[in-house]
């Protein structure tokens, strides 16, 4: 009975101090609006920042070292094997082959600036050097030829018009 009454005083005392200072409530609300315009402006950049990365293949790759692997046919001729499904895949060829043809068709609009220029390099090193392999690879991901035009000027080191 006790704490009920003074529960019942503490109510009444807050309420009363509450009503002695009207500013306050409205700074109060003054603030609480301005918090909630920077905290929606701050998910709206957190999202346009999200939607970013969303449109890009993983990074988690970027350090591979292209230049080691075309340079030594022993690791090539394994990825090669991998995205034309003729051999096991490491997990960097696993990612690689769930974004090749993608990457291909839209002239590697989601790879990071890392990744165009790893793609460039190992795709000329290819066409250059492993006839066989090129035509497979454009056999399987462009069999009529229609997305050459897309993909010969980035290999070229040109990235299309937007």
Known sequence: MRS???LTVLAIVALSLAEDNPDKDKNTEVKATEGKEVEAKEVERKEA???ETENKYTD???NLNVDEIIANRRLLVPYLKCVLDKG??????????LHVQDAMQTACKK????????ARKVVNHIRDNEP??????????DPKGE???????FLAGKDPQK
């Open 88 to 97: 096991r895949c490491t997990a960097e060829g696993k990612e690689l082959k």
């Open 132 to 141: 066989i392999y090129w035509e497979e690879l454009t056999n399987k991901f």
């Open 111 to 118: 790879c990071t600036d890392k990744q165009k220029s790893g």
């Open 49 to 51: 920042e999200g939607k």
């Open 147 to 153: 997305f050459k035009p897309i993909y010969e000027p």
């Open 4 to 6: 009920a009454i003074i």
């Open 60 to 62: 988690r790759f970027d």
